[in-house]
């Protein structure tokens, strides 16, 4: 038997009677004679909480002492969670980001990991115990500072100390099965995927589907490590991320899976739209907007221009990105206004965006259209638009997401029978 990684989320451990139930869950996993590390997130909506705390003291608080404040939330159930097995008669000890040996760049609030040194983590289980890590944070290489991953940061903790400890598989306990064909928030017929490939995967977490972060499939895709989804509310088997549809991993054995069209829907409402106005038609303005926009260290999702009214010799530039740094960018581009040239700005955060994904498009050449037709039967009107390979995507206005995410779904022919999806807990948030 190898080494598990498992990973729980907020929502399994948001109350002492959550942290008792997966503590009885993990030392089931030591009793079948596995080496368990457990990565932990904050319980509940901690680090939510934490984030209005700080911005009741100010409105842009400092990136290194932000990070300090929010590695506090998986510093609590870290030690929670280490006591609750303790209770039960095994062992077990709890490492900070930094003691689990999780080294960073300094970009505060989205630093990515440029190593693992798990020498402590290798030691206790080694020691017999059960090593539980806080997730979502790491250290500096250089500064030594405390960093945190970016929010959902705990699934790319799990997936780095699993490709570090060459784990035989990374379990990521949330409060759903699995992922499901949408959110299943929004979705009651949402259907459980058994099997989704890595680059599947990749396109739903970057458009949304938080289930998995990006990071994290990213990672894991690069190191070839195997992800169990489940829930940690139920004993079901949840969702294979993976390269091949029955990997050798005995785990996975016997699960039976197929290649789908379509993998699913996702939808995201936590971008914002900027809108640069009346940019002349000339070379090197994307150029000045948008490297004013990376010196900022801001990332863009979707960029669209309009072709200039020939009369104006002017044009209209649109990008999407995350709401949380609007503020920024607004900013940046305002204090660079006469560098670039440019009318004015339009923020917009009131979009939402929905994304069809499934590497079955490449051959389907009807998808696009069924798309858009399903999308107009109901009543959604298209902003922008953007596509990938394996994906199309739409901005719309954030009210139409629910209704649209349903009417994609249901268009596709994805609804399952019955109202299956059973979310177990967590607000949401
Ligand atoms: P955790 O606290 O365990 O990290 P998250 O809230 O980050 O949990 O992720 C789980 C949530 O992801 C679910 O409750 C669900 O609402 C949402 N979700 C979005 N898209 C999907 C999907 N396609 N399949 C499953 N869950 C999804
Ligand atoms: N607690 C962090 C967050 O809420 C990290 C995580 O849960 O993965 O974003
Ligand atoms: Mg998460």
Known sequence: ?????????????????????????????????????????????????????AEQVSPMPAGREFDMLLTAGERISMALLAMA?????????????????????SVHNKARIIDVTPG?????VDEGNIAIVAGFQGVSQDKKDITTLGRGGSDTTAVALAAALDAEVCEIYTDVDGVFTADPRVVKKAKKIDWISFEDMLELAASGSKVLLHRCVEYARRYNIPIHVRSSFSGLQGTWVSSE??????????????????????????????????????????????????????????IVQN????????????????????????????????????????????IGKISLVGAGMKTNPGVTADFFTALSDAGVN?????????????????DDVNEAVRAVHSAFGLDSDSDEAVVYGGTGR
């Open 245 to 302: 549809p029955l990997a050798q991993n005995t785990q996975q054995q016997g699960v039976k899976v197929e290649q789908a069209i379509i993998s699913g829907v996702a939808h995201d409402t936590s971008e914002a739209k900027v809108t640069v106005v009346g940019v002349p038609d000339k070379p090197g303005e994307a150029a000045a907007i948008f490297r004013t926009i990376s010196n900022a260290e801001i990332n863009i999702d979707m």
């Open 382 to 398: 298209i902003e922008l638009i953007s596509t990938s390979e394996i994906r199309i995507s739409v901005v719309t206005r954030a």
């Open 1 to 53: 038997m190898g080494l598990v990684v498992q990973k729980y989320g907020g929502s399994s451990v948001a109350d002492a009677e959550g942290i008792k139930r997966v503590a009885k869950r993990i030392v089931e996993a030591k009793k079948n004679g596995h080496q368990v590390v457990v990565v932990v997130s904050a319980m509940g909506d901690t680090t939510d909480e934490l984030i209005d705390l």
């Open 120 to 124: 402590r983590i290798r030691d206790s």
């Open 307 to 350: 072709v200039s009214a020939a009369s104006t010799g002017l044009t209209d530039i649109s990008f999407t990105l995350p709401k949380a740094e609007g503020r920024k960018a607004i900013d940046a581009l305002e204090k660079n206004k006469e560098g670039i040239g440019f009318d004015s700005l339009r923020y917009d955060d009131q």
């Open 85 to 105: 097995i303790k209770n039960l008669g095994h062992e077990a000890q709890s490492f900070t980001g930094s003691q689990a040996g999780v080294i960073t760049d």
